[in-house]
Nanobody, 129 residues
């Protein structure tokens, strides 16, 4: 199993920046893909960004955050990051990181497909006003 703990959420003004962190423990070395997801009240959860853990390839972003968010990782520290710049009120949500061991599911369903991720953190709140 993998345990994930997010941090870094805060309240910021429009145009501001935040960096979210996700600390992983457990069998993190087995993880194939890591991702960030968000969910605002009354809305469905959506994928924000994902990355292949082992070599950092194939960073994938939702269209709504391209050019503003950057996903990265530090395998030595077992930490996943999400750098968020030029934040907009529409970015307000609870952000959760997720991990997937399932190469087949990721390749078949997509690198930001909910069902492909088996491990989830509890989330951190981002509010942009």
């Amino acid at each position: 199993h993998v345990q994930l703990v997010e941090s870094g959420g805060d309240s910021v003004q429009t145009g501001g920046s935040l960096t979210l962190s996700c600390a992983a423990s457990g069998y993190y070395w087995r993880t194939y893909c890591m991702g960030w997801f968000r969910q605002a009240p009354g809305k469905e959860r959506e994928g924000v960004a994902s990355i292949i853990r082992r070599d950092g390839t194939k960073p994938t972003y939702a269209d709504s955050v391209k050019g503003r968010f950057t996903i990265s990782k530090d395998n030595a520290k077992n930490i996943l990051y999400l750098q968020m710049d030029n934040l907009e009120p529409e970015d307000s949500a609870t952000y959760r990181c997720a991990a997937s061991w399932d190469v087949t599911a990721i390749e078949a369903l997509g690198r930001m497909a909910d069902p492909a991720f088996g491990y989830w953190g509890e989330g951190t709140q981002v509010t942009v006003s």
